[in-house]
């Protein structure tokens, strides 16, 4: 749509009715420029404040984000489509992460002094992360205040200012979040959104000038940014979805493993990148395990406990999963009549070849694949066997088994006998490898990652017969330091 002014502009819908929720420019490559620009401005005022005043008025961006909690649920409900209570959920958790961000940025990135070792005695050092600059973030649609947040949050309390690129399907999210920080923050806009379809992300991480991309979307978007910041050697941290599992060990207990599975597949109509989309279950306890997984997810109705599936083109991507894993397996729950668009009612497939397109690729919808294993060594095996790598879930009632498969779990974050308990805690590192991405948001690791490392070192005092780099050393020196190095270093254990 192009206005009377010319400015051409999109509209964001409710998935559920198709209704315009509201109207948002298109920002063009010029416009997303000139907003890096005036986030520059913003960051080098922001760079400059004191800690302590950086931290006041994130804590207060905190504040008015929880006074206007229910103002953001109506957004997030009606351009996501998900009930008001996964809503309240969302931004309940980025309120805990903004306040965990803002508390800690100092004590993790703030300066530091640095042994420098006996060789470097004379020498002081320290060490500090210092803000990048200007952060701009690309932002999905399925946790438009949690997901993009991780970043926002953890890149401003580092000292940058962010330009927000939410997803076509949440522009109205992404505006909100940017005008009540301009609320907490009313010196400088540290927090700017511009909004517009794929080609306004593409300007962003092309040529518009910011010091970092952070991206949550599909790996092949993630790979044409990547391509994009290749030109300018943007850094980029990267988080792609997943395929993750859950393992349901022999002595676990089975109903709350069952209630956490149901859970991890199907809150969000699926549309989880931690989302449950595989299951693993011992021979011993299958049948009983898949008897408590029915009964419940018989009682589970998508409009009802979920909602709609947000964005339309996906719901062919589900059907093709469905239709798939019901030709090579069995649906035990729902089928290939559990599509009725905008909505997706529970289906549980069990025996899909491990090779299907149900098992191998992301799906992002309320579905899932059962599979009968000998072990947790199989169950490992199989889901490990996967290009993702972001997170799991282990259910056993042996916490040291369930420990050792966590660890060995292939992914960035494990469960054990919870579901997706680690995205609650703010101090835990989130993010994935392989087609998961790289990179990480939360916690220390992700404050770190919107940050460059400083060295700095003064001599502080002259190291007699010690002065190894300059001209003027002489032999005696250089000996001096191999015995050194030798009496330090010289002898095995
Ligand atoms: P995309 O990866 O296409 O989009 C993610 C974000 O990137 C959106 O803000 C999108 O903007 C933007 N974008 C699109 N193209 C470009 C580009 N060339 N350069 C820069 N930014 C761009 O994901 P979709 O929303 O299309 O979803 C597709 C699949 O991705 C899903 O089915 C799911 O499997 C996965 N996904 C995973 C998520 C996760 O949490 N890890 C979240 C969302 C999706 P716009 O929306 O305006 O196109």
Same mark, same amino acid.
């Given at each position: 749509?192009?206005?009377?002014?010319?400015?051409? @502009?999109?509209?964001?819908?409710?998935? =559920?009715?198709?209704? %315009? &929720?509201? +109207?948002?420019?298109?920002? *063009?490559? #010029? /416009?997303?420029?000139?907003?890096?620009?005036?986030?520059?401005?913003?960051?080098?005022?922001?760079?400059?404040?004191?800690?302590?005043?950086?931290?006041?008025?994130?804590?207060?961006?905190?504040?008015?984000?929880?006074?206007?909690?229910?103002?953001?649920?109506?957004?997030?409900?009606?351009? @996501?489509?998900?009930?008001?209570?996964? =809503?309240?959920?969302? %931004? &309940?958790? +980025?309120?805990?992460?903004? *306040?965990? #961000? /803002?508390?800690?940025?100092?004590?993790?990135?703030?300066?530091?002094?640095?042994?420098?070792?006996?060789?470097?005695?004379?020498?002081?050092?320290?060490?500090?992360?210092?803000?990048?600059?200007?952060?701009?973030?690309?932002?999905?649609?399925?946790?438009?205040?949690?997901?993009?947040?991780?970043?926002?949050?953890?890149?401003?309390? =580092?000292?940058?200012? %962010? &330009?927000?690129?939410?997803?076509?399907?949440?522009?109205?999210?992404?505006?909100?979040?940017?005008?009540?920080?301009?609320?907490?923050?009313?010196?400088?806009?540290?927090?700017?959104?511009?909004?517009?379809?794929?080609?306004?992300?593409?300007?962003?991480?092309?040529?518009?000038?910011?010091?970092?991309?952070?991206?949550?979307?599909?790996?092949?978007?993630?790979?044409?940014?990547?391509?994009?910041?290749?030109?300018?050697?943007?850094?980029?941290?990267?988080?792609?979805?997943?395929?993750?599992?859950?393992?349901?060990?022999?002595?676990?207990?089975?109903?709350?493993?069952?209630?956490?599975?149901?859970?991890?597949?199907?809150?969000?109509?699926?549309?989880?990148?931690?989302?449950?989309?595989?299951?693993?279950?011992?021979?011993?306890?299958?049948?009983?395990?898949?008897?408590?997984?029915?009964?419940?997810?018989?009682?589970?109705?998508?409009?009802?406990?979920?909602?709609?599936?947000?964005?339309?083109?996906?719901?062919?991507?589900?059907?093709?999963?469905?239709?798939?894993?019901?030709?090579?397996?069995?649906?035990?729950?729902?089928?290939?009549?559990?599509?009725?668009?905008?909505?997706?009612?529970?289906?549980?497939?069990?025996?899909?070849?491990?090779?299907?397109?149900?098992?191998?690729?992301?799906?992002?919808?309320?579905?899932?694949?059962?599979?009968?294993?000998?072990?947790?060594?199989?169950?490992?095996?199989?889901?490990?066997?996967?290009?993702?790598?972001?997170?799991?879930?282990?259910?056993?009632?042996?916490?040291?088994?369930?420990?050792?498969?966590?660890?060995?779990?292939?992914?960035?974050?494990?469960?054990?006998?919870?579901?997706?308990?680690?995205?609650?805690?703010?101090?835990?590192?989130?993010?994935?490898?392989?087609?998961?991405?790289?990179?990480?948001?939360?916690?220390?690791?992700?404050?770190?990652?919107?940050?460059?490392?400083?060295?700095?070192?003064?001599?502080?005092?002259?190291?007699?017969?010690?002065?190894?780099?300059?001209?003027?050393?002489?032999?005696?020196?250089?000996?001096?330091?191999?015995?050194?190095?030798?009496?330090?270093?010289?002898?095995?254990?």
């Amino acid at each position: 749509m192009t206005t009377v002014t010319g400015q051409r @502009t999109f509209d964001s819908l409710d998935p =559920a009715t198709g209704a %315009v &929720v509201g +109207t948002h420019p298109i920002h *063009d490559a #010029a /416009a997303v420029r000139a907003a890096v620009a005036e986030a520059g401005v913003a960051a080098a005022w922001w760079a400059a404040l004191d800690p302590a005043e950086r931290r006041r008025r994130l804590l207060d961006y905190k504040a008015v984000i929880t006074r206007d909690l229910s103002r953001i649920v109506d957004v997030v409900h009606a351009e @996501t489509g998900k009930p008001k209570a996964d =809503a309240v959920l969302e %931004v &309940v958790l +980025t309120i805990t992460h903004l *306040d965990w #961000a /803002a508390r800690n940025a100092h004590r993790v990135l703030g300066r530091r002094r640095i042994s420098p070792g006996l060789v470097a005695a004379n020498v002081a050092a320290t060490l500090e992360y210092l803000p990048l600059g200007v952060v701009g973030v690309i932002g999905p649609w399925n946790y438009p205040v949690f997901t993009p947040m991780g970043s926002i949050a953890y890149a401003l309390a =580092a000292g940058n200012a %962010v &330009v927000f690129k939410p997803s076509e399907l949440t522009p109205g999210v992404g505006v909100l979040l940017a005008a009540l920080c301009a609320e907490a923050v009313p010196e400088h806009r540290i927090l700017r959104t511009v909004t517009g379809l794929g080609e306004t992300g593409a300007a962003l991480a092309a040529d518009a000038g910011v010091n970092k991309i952070a991206f949550t979307g599909s790996t092949a978007t993630a790979k044409r940014v990547m391509a994009a910041c290749a030109a300018n050697l943007t850094p980029l941290v990267a988080e792609c979805g997943g395929k993750d599992a859950l393992i349901v060990d022999a002595d676990a207990d089975l109903p709350a493993a069952a209630d956490a599975a149901l859970w991890g597949a199907l809150s969000n109509a699926g549309q989880t990148c931690v989302g449950v989309e595989r299951i693993y279950v011992v021979d011993a306890v299958y049948d009983a395990f898949m008897k408590e997984l029915t009964d419940r997810a018989g009682r589970v109705r998508a409009g009802r406990d979920y909602g709609p599936i947000t964005m339309p083109s996906q719901i062919d991507v589900i059907r093709r999963h469905i239709d798939d894993a019901v030709d090579a397996g069995r649906a035990v729950v729902g089928g290939a009549g559990s599509v009725r668009a905008p909505f997706v009612d529970p289906v549980i497939v069990e025996d899909v070849p491990e090779d299907s397109s149900a098992v191998r690729e992301e799906t992002f919808g309320p579905t899932v694949t059962v599979k009968r294993v000998a072990d947790v060594e199989e169950a490992l095996e199989k889901t490990n066997a996967t290009a993702y790598g972001l997170a799991g879930t282990v259910f056993s009632g042996n916490t040291r088994r369930a420990v050792e498969l966590a660890r060995r779990m292939r992914g960035g974050m494990t469960a054990i006998n919870s579901i997706i308990s680690f995205a609650s805690i703010p101090a835990l590192p989130f993010g994935g490898v392989g087609d998961s991405g790289f990179g990480r948001i939360h916690g220390a690791d992700g404050l770190r990652e919107f940050t460059r490392p400083k060295a700095v070192t003064r001599r502080r005092f002259a190291m007699p017969g010690m002065n190894l780099t300059s001209f003027t050393r002489g032999e005696k020196e250089v000996d001096r330091l191999v015995r050194l190095v030798t009496f330090l270093h010289g002898r095995r254990r």
